[in-house]
C-alpha cells in the first residue's frame, strides 16, 4: 500500500491559517480542499502528521490543543471532499528526546506498521528541514512546501541534503507527485532500495515516547481490521500446526513402539519381509519413509490453500 503524509502545518499554511489561532475560525481555501481530493485514492493512504508548536503566545500549545487542531482539518477535508486515512501526533515537546522523529521516526513506522506501507513508494509533504530528514530515514520521497516563506528561512545558506524538490504551495506539490508517478509507471521508481523496517516490539518498552495514533476513515478502518484478521489466522495456522507436528510425532513414537514390540516377541508371514521393505538397509528405509511422509504433508497443505484461497473469491 503507498502512502502520502502531510504535515499539518503544511494544510494549514496553505490556507493562509495561523497554527496557533482558533480553528473554531478556521476555512481552507478551495485550492487547499482541491489538492487534498488529489492526494487520496484507492490506491494510497493519505495521513497528517505533526507536533506540538508555538501557540502564538510565547508558549507551547498542548497535545488536546494540537489533536483538536488536527481533527478541525479533517473535518473540513471531508467536508470538501477529500479523505483523511489517520492522523499521527507526537505529543512531546519541542526539542525533547522522543521516537517520533530522528533516525527511527515512529511517526512513519508506525503507520507503515498499521498498514503494511512501502515507505519507498511514499511521499511525505514537509514544513521543514526536520520533516526532510525524518523522510530520508525511512527512505521515503521528502518533498517541502514553501507556502510564502523562502528557502533560506527554512535551510540557511546550506541545505543538509539537496536531493528533493520545493513546491512553493499544496497544489504543485500535487502536480509534481502526478508528474513523478507517471514517470515512475513508464521507467519505474528511481528510488534506494526499502530501508528494513524495525521490530514491532522495539518501542514496546517505552510507549510514553511514541506518538499517537488516530483512524480518522472507513476505509483505513477496513484495512486495519483486515490485518488484524490475517494476523490472527496466521497465529491459528502457527498453533493448528505445531498441535498437529506434536500429535504426529506422539503417533508415530507410539506405532515405532508397538512395532519394535511386535517384531520381538510375534512371528510374521513371509510377505511382511517385503512389506517392511526389509531387503533395504535401514538408514535408506528410514530416509524414504521420511520422504513419503513429506510427501503426504506437502500434498495436505495445497489442498488446504486452494481450499482458502477458493473461499476468499
Known amino acids: 500500500m503507498k502512502a502520502i503524509f502531510i504535515n499539518h502545518l503544511t494544510i494549514a499554511r496553505d490556507s493562509g491559517i495561523a497554527f496557533s489561532s482558533d ?48 481533527r478541525r482539518l479533517v473535518e473540513q477535508i471531508e467536508a470538501g471532499g477529500g479523505r483523511i486515512d489517520a492522523v499521527l501526533t507526537c505529543s512531546h515537546w519541542p526539542d525533547a528526546p522522543c521516537q517520533c ?21 511514499a511521499y511525505v509533504l514537509g514544513d521543514d528541514a526536520r520533516d526532510v530528514d525524518m523522510a530520508a530515514a525511512v527512505g521515503a520521497r521528502p518533498l517541502v512546501i514553501l507556502c510564502g516563506r523562502r528557502v533560506g528561512d527554512l535551510f540557511g545558506d546550506a541545505p543538509p541534503r539537496k536531493d528533493f524538490p520545493i513546491a512553493e504551495n499544496l497544489s504543485t ?22 530501508v528494513p523496517r524495525p521490530i514491532a516490539e522495539e518501542g514496546a518498552e517505552q510507549p510514553d515516547m511514541l506518538p499517537s495514533f488516530m483512524v480518522t476513515s472507513s476505509k483505513a478502518e477496513g484495512l486495519q481490521a483486515q490485518r488484524v484478521r490475517a494476523q490472527l489466522q496466521m497465529r491459528d495456522i502457527v498453533r493448528w500446526l505445531s498441535f498437529l507436528v506434536i500429535g504426529a510425532v506422539g503417533l508415530s513414537l507410539g506405532i515405532a513402539y508397538l512395532l519394535t514390540h511386535l517384531y520381538r516377541v510375534q512371528p510374521f508371514p513371509p510377505i511382511a519381509y517385503y512389506v ?26 495445497h489442498s488446504w490453500f486452494r481450499l482458502t484461497r477458493a473461499a476468499r473469491r
Open 23 to 70: 480553528p473554531a475560525t478556521w476555512r481552507l481555501a478551495p485550492a487547499t480542499l482541491e489538492a487534498t481530493r488529489l492526494l487520496d485514492g484507492e490506491e494510497r493512504l493519505l495521513f497528517l502528521f505533526g507536533g506540538r508548536t508555538d501557540d502564538g503566545q510565547g508558549g507551547v500549545l498542548s497535545t488536546e490543543a494540537v489533536i483538536a487542531r488536527q
Open 101 to 121: 522523529w530522528g533516525k527511527n521516526p515512529a511517526l512513519l513506522w508506525l503507520a507503515a506498521t498499521r498498514f503494511d506501507l512501502h515507505l519507498e513508494e
Open 173 to 194: 506539490a500535487v502536480e509534481y507527485i502526478a508528474v513523478e508517478e507517471d514517470i515512475a509507471q513508464q521507467w519505474g521508481r528511481p528510488r534506494e532500495n526499502a
Open 276 to 301: 517392511t521393505l526389509q531387503f533395504i538397509p535401514r538408514p535408506l528405509r528410514g530416509a524414504l519413509f521420511i520422504l513419503f511422509g513429506l510427501g503426504i504433508i506437502a500434498a495436505a497443505f
